[in-house]
C-alpha cells in the first residue's frame, strides 16, 4: 500500500498501519505529480494528515479513479477528526468530489471554510499543530478497518474535544458522472468487487 502522509499526526498514523504489512511512505510536500505517478503501483492508497490537503486530495482521486485503485483518507480539519469512507473506483458509493460537495451543502458557514481552504492552499505550515498518541491509534484503527472496504462509503467523524463519533454514509451527488455511471456494464465495478477486497483483506490482514 502506499501511504501519503501530512505532520506528526499523519506520521503517526502511517506507523501503526504499516506496522507489519509492506507500504510505501510519501510526504505530502514531496511532489504531487509523482505521488500521483506511484499510484498504479500499489493496491491500495491511504492519506493521513494533520489538516486538509484539498488539492492533493483531488488528484489522488483522479489517480485512484484512473488505475481503478481504492483509496481512503484519515483527516483532521479544526476539531474533527474525519476517516474514511473508503472511495471504490466504480463502486457508485461516493469520490472525493461527491464528499466535498455534501460537506459544503451541510455547512450554513460558506465563506469561512471558503476563506480557510485559501488559507490553507496559500501557507502549507499552517494548521493545528501537535497531536496525541490514542487520536493517531484511533485513526489507524478505522482507517485500517475502512480500508478493509466492508462498508464502502461509510465513514466516521470524531469530535477531538468531546470525544463523540458521528457514523454516517457518503451519498454520492446524483449529478456525479463518475459516481452515477451511465452504463450499467461499467468494468471497475466487477473488477473492485472480484478482485480488490480480497486482495485488501490480504493486504490488512
Ligand atoms: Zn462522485
Redesign the pocket.
Known amino acids: 500500500m502506499l501511504i501519503i502522509t501530512g505532520g506528526s499526526f499523519g506520521a503517526d498514523v502511517a506507523r501503526r498501519i504499516a506496522r507489519g504489512r509492506e507500504a510505501t511512505l510519501r510526504h505530502v510536500d514531496e511532489p504531487a505529480e509523482e505521488t500521483y505517478a506511484l499510484v498504479a503501483r500499489h493496491e491500495l492508497v491511504l492519506l493521513a494528515v494533520w489538516r486538509p490537503y484539498i488539492e492533493l486530495a483531488r488528484g489522488i482521486d483522479e489517480a485512484c479513479f484512473a488505475h481503478g485503485r481504492p483509496w481512503a483518507a484519515a483527516e483532521v480539519s479544526g476539531t474533527t477528526l474525519t476517516c474514511g469512507p473508503l472511495f471504490a473506483p466504480g463502486s457508485g458509493k461516493?469520490?472525493?468530489?461527491?464528499?466535498l460537495?455534501r460537506a459544503d451543502a451541510r455547512q450554513r458557514s460558506g465563506d469561512r471554510t471558503r476563506a480557510l481552504r485559501q488559507a490553507y492552499a496559500a501557507d502549507p505550515a499552517l494548521g493545528p499543530g501537535g497531536h496525541s498518541g490514542p487520536m493517531a491509534a484511533i485513526a489507524a484503527a478505522a482507517l485500517a478497518e475502512t480500508a478493509a472496504g466492508e462498508a464502502t462509503g461509510r465513514f466516521r467523524k470524531i469530535d477531538l474535544l468531546t470525544g463523540s463519533v458521528l457514523e454516517t454514509e457518503l451519498i454520492?451527488?446524483h449529478d456525479?458522472?463518475?459516481?452515477?455511471p451511465p452504463s450499467a456494464d461499467y468494468v471497475p465495478t466487477s473488477r473492485f468487487i472480484d478482485t480488490m477486497v480480497p486482495q485488501l483483506e490480504r493486504i490488512l490482514a
Open positions: 461516493g469520490c472525493y468530489n461527491c464528499l460537495a454520492p451527488r456525479c458522472a463518475r459516481c452515477r
